[in-house]
């Protein structure tokens, strides 16, 4: 399953529309067989930080493990908010 | 003995300011800057205060906002009572820095650290603002100047929910730019301001920061925080973000 993150916004920056898109988008997992993927792709965000992402890709990241794939993640703020969200983790995240 | 002057003519407004009164008279007519107050004649006059505030800068103005005892007003334009309006502005400053060519490759960075400042007065302060609630969020974009300020309890306060031993405001400001902190599992609150520091370092531009008497400064040319006793004492925070 392939999922546009710019389908929530452009611009992702708080913890309350990030907790709102979780809640949102949680019954669509219910799709996911227990060998699919989630590709979530960043491809045409403008800005992402670190409590709008700690609140989506988080659980996402608890919930599906290795296989939860992120791609078109060389936006600079999404790159940097994935290091940092890696870095309070303590985990990585499969990018391709 | 003569009282000083509370109110000045368009013509001595211009000379204060060192411009023209053609271009005072534009500033009201668009509203950009409108005289402090109008005669029944229709003459224009401006209040020292709104003279000094035009001439002190947004980051002095801010400051002494956050630093007063009594909150000032400021132009509402200025300040955003609640998140949606900040997240409105927020957008407003991401479409116009990339309008600017110079910022295609650093515009993501700089606005992410703008909100991730912003959104974190709102997190940190709900339900608990002592007085005004919400965030001053102003920039300048022919300045390079992105100025936020909240009156909210500030860092010191909200560090101590989770680290409790801190004592001081500097200690407290040093955590929060260099510390992962491990609060409440399975939120992560009080890890954006290391974000912002690499976001700064990174988008090659510089930060002040300031929460009750201690001040911070990250700039170009150095990672590492300078955190230093301010002469300011602010309710709050206060961020000036210069690009």
């Known amino acids: ?96 | 003995m003569t009282a000083k002057k509370e109110f000045l003519s368009i013509g001595e407004a211009a000379r204060y300011l060192g411009l023209s009164i053609m271009t005072l008279r534009r500033w009201h007519k668009s509203g950009s800057f409108p005289a402090s107050f109008v005669s029944p004649g229709q003459r224009l006059y401006y209040s020292m205060s709104d003279l000094q505030r035009k001439t002190k800068g947004l980051a002095q103005s801010t400051l002494d906002w956050a630093g007063a005892f009594d909150a000032q007003n400021l132009p509402d334009e200025w300040y955003c009572p609640t998140s949606d309006v900040f997240k409105a502005r927020l957008e407003r400053l991401v479409y116009d820095l990339l309008t600017l060519p110079a910022l295609q490759d650093r515009a993501s960075l700089i606005a992410s650290a703008a909100g991730e400042i912003g959104n974190n007065s709102f997190d940190h302060n709900l339900g608990n603002w002592p007085d005004v609630s919400g965030v001053l969020f102003v920039y300048d974009l022919n300045k390079r100047v992105i100025v936020l300020a909240d009156r909210g309890v500030g860092i010191l306060a909200t560090l101590r929910r989770v680290r409790p031993e801190l004592a001081t405001h500097e200690e407290a400001l040093r955590v929060a730019f260099t510390e992962i902190i491990t609060g409440r599992a399975p939120e992560h609150r009080g890890n954006g301001l290391k974000y912002v520091r690499r976001a700064i370092a990174e988008s090659m531009t510089s930060l002040q920061f300031w929460t009750g008497n201690a001040g911070l400064i990250l700039n170009k040319e150095s990672s590492e925080p300078q955190i230093t006793t301010s002469e300011y004492s602010i309710r709050g925070c206060v961020a000036v973000i210069e690009f």
């Open chain 1, 1 to 96: 399953m392939k999922v546009l993150v710019q389908k929530f916004g452009d611009i992702l920056t708080s913890r309350q529309s990030g907790r709102e898109a979780y809640a949102a988008f949680r019954p669509t997992l219910n799709g996911l067989s227990k060998y699919d993927e989630l590709v979530l792709d960043f491809e045409g965000l403008e800005v992402l930080s670190p409590s709008w992402a700690d609140e989506f890709l988080t659980p996402l990241l608890q919930d599906l493990g290795e296989r939860l794939v992120l791609v078109h993640t060389k936006n600079a703020s999404v790159k940097l908010t994935i290091e940092t969200l890696e870095g309070i983790l303590k985990r990585p995240f499969i990018i391709q």
